[in-house]
């Protein structure tokens, strides 16, 4: 066999589906509360500290980091059935998503210590939102083509240059970013990279938003001039930022977020079509939610190897290349089997309102976080073709 | 997989790599492979591992079981091995012991019923079941007035109309015409024909994406040796990502058939909504898979796997053949879409979410 791929029928403890129920009923009262509305996906206001604070305070925030950084030390699979509750929920978690899921990890292999203990309590408590520094102008999928410099000085480094599609740096207390600190080599163009942790908000950053079609602004542009970042402020090794980078990724690629994107057009067309549909909208819905429950077992299998300490980065990588895909496309197909649902249908506005929402967000979906393309070498690797 | 679980696995890995060679037999006109094959088969115990020592069986378990049926699909082999599996674990439910041989089940369609009279006679039509003039006995889920019924028939008692699926495998009709059964006895309570669905549909679900494993082993060996524009095919960005999107699909017919499979090893009730759902998914998903890997399969080897001298159509055409048995994906897309609305939007989720 050229390619072993495993996927095990992970399934979820006991005590997780004890806590999905505590995160049903927390999200249940902040429904009823106002908060936020379980059936508007594209809502405005989607940074809402307060709702932030109270995760932290519920202990959902830095679910498997030690204790002694204000983690919790429960496992991935319990941090995967909170994530998946938010998600489903159409949950404001904007503001602790990306701290919660790759920021707080990234600080805890390699910042110093003093940084972790200020910063960790933080992310824990839903105070502090990251953004994450990756893209430039003229360096997307391609990495290492980055050329934001850092220069050394005294104490630390000066940095120069911009980022871009920077989502949440508007309303971002840090980002982790990667700088120039050496010219790419010739054995190794990955070389010459250096991860820093920015705070943001302060002079020397200026954040430019940048207007969606979907209409939302929630990503930017970031432009550095002589920022200065101190030493203690660097995240692992000089110029050896691309070897951190990859081990994370299979935390990034394979989560419930990587398919359920859009999954409330799915649950809004079972409300549409009632409950005796014809066999046209059963047979679509039935074909939906097969996709829909393979994507989560692909998932869930994918977390509980993580959890097993292994680093499922191919299987990772098909997870998001296959239900990024799929959740691009659930809307099209929703709105096909929706054509014939009753005028009447007691939804129908909310359903519409969705769906145009979905259609206008489906293309960023294959490529944020790593194009369908990147997603696709990655396998290929894998497979033993590059 | 524990222990014993792979070495029942190993063993029937084994056999195949001895006797089940696909050159060979893709080469073999007489189909003189197929007799030493089963004969190892069946010293082996692997034709009754479902069905319990007192019963004459081996008495693997039944995830052992299913791990033999994702063997079986690796290899694409077309004797009786899970038919003559499905057949014993379905005697086993109303404690019929299996006899020696290879043996089918009916009916292998959910819209096919075999009925049992007052009589004691069982009468109907069971179209597409699989192997059945290669079979020296059928286990049989007899519909009657209140209850099911299962019971033992030999093959001779019956009339068998040939067949063939895509692959060229036996895909019979089946007609029982006032049949007096071997031995029948009751169904345990709340076994249906559907639940005979869910497990078949299971059996072939492994051994779809069991062939999708293969084919997309081949596809990359394939595309490693071949050399077109002056450098291997594999170079080339278009071919590689074909091939990630067969991975794809392959891992994702992988996922649904072993989760499915691990449910029902589970000893649950298939009665159960969740375990409904992870059945019939997993059979949609794998046909899904099936039609969308063997495309790129195909396409990767161009005119050569289109030949019949080569051997990808092995896997390519019994993965297309399989989808149909124990129900298509349409079929059981419309029972799912169905559940699913007559559980209600807002019960959508706390199913899905429910393992």
Known sequence: MTAALRFDPIRLPEKCQELRKEVRAFLAEEIAAGTFSPFKPNREDTDVPEFSRKVGARGWLGMTWPKKYGGHERSFLERYVVTEEMRVANAPTRRFFVADRQSGPVLLKYAPEHVKMDILPRICRGEVCFAIGMSEPNSGSDLFAAKTRATKTDGGYLINGTKIWTSSAHIADYMIAIFRTSPPTKENRRHGLTQFLVKMKQPGIQVNPIGQITGQFEFNEVVFTDYFVPDDHVLGEIDGAWKQATSELAYERSGPERFLETYYVLTELVRAVGNKPDARAAEGIGRLVAQVHTMRRMSVSVAGMLQAGKEPVVEASIVKDIGTVWEQQLPHRVRDLAAFVEEEASNRETLEHQLSFAIKTAPKLTIQGGTTEVLRGIIARGLGLR | ?355
């Not at chain 2, 084994?14 to 094959?37: C, M, R, V, Y």
């Not at chain 2, 009786?80 to 674990?89: K, V, Y």
């Not at chain 2, 899904?288 to 051997?311: D, L, N, R």
Request: glycine fraction near 8%; charge should be negative; hydrophobic fraction near 45%.
């Open chain 2, 1 to 355: 997989m524990s222990e014993s679980e792979n070495i029942v696995v190993e063993t029937a890995e084994k056999i195949f790599g001895d006797l089940a060679d696909a050159q060979t037999i893709n080469h073999d006109k007489e189909s003189k492979w197929k007799a030493p094959l089963w004969k190892a088969l069946s010293e082996a115990g692997l034709p009754l591992s479902w069905v319990g020592e007192e019963f004459g069986g081996s008495g693997a378990s039944l995830a052992e079981g299913f791990g033999v049926i994702g063997a079986a699909g690796r290899h694409a082999i077309a004797v009786p091995l899970a038919e003559t599996m499905l057949a014993g674990w379905l005697l086993a439910q109303a404690k019929i012991s299996s006899p020696e041989g290879e043996m089918t089940v009916a009916p292998a369609s959910p819209k096919d019923r075999i009925t049992l009279n007052a009589d004691g006679t069982l009468s109907g039509r069971a179209r597409g079941v699989p192997l059945a003039k290669a079979a020296k006995h059928i286990a049989v889920l007899a519909t009657g007035a209140n209850s099911a019924s299962i019971a033992l028939v030999d093959a001779k008692a019956v009339r068998i109309e040939a067949g063939l699926n895509l692959a060229n495998d036996h895909s019979d009709t089946v007609t029982f015409d006032k049949i007096a059964p071997s031995i029948i006895k009751p169904a345990p309570k709340g076994f249906d024909q559907t639940a005979l669905m869910l497990m078949g549909g299971v059996v072939r679900s492994l051994q779809i994406a069991g062939t999708l494993e293969s084919m997309l082993d081949i596809s990359v060996r394939y595309s490693n040796e071949r050399v077109a524009f002056e450098k291997k095919i594999s170079k080339f960005q278009a071919v590689q990502h074909n091939l990630a999107k067969l991975a794809g699909e392959s891992a994702a017919a992988l996922a649904a058939a072993t989760s499915a499979a691990d449910t029902i090893a589970n000893n649950v009730s298939f009665a159960d909504d969740a375990v409904f759902l992870e059945a019939v998914a997993a059979k949609i998903r794998c046909s899904e898979a099936a039609e969308k890997g063997s495309a790129i399969a195909h396409q990767v080897h161009g005119a050569i796997g289109f030949t019949i001298e080569h051997i990808l159509h092995r896997y390519t055409l019994r993965a297309l053949s399989w989808r149909d048995d124990f129900g298509s994906e349409s079929y059981w897309a419309v029972k799912l879409g169905e559940r699913v609305a007559a559980r209600g939007a807002d019960e959508l989720w706390p199913l899905v979410a429910s393992r």
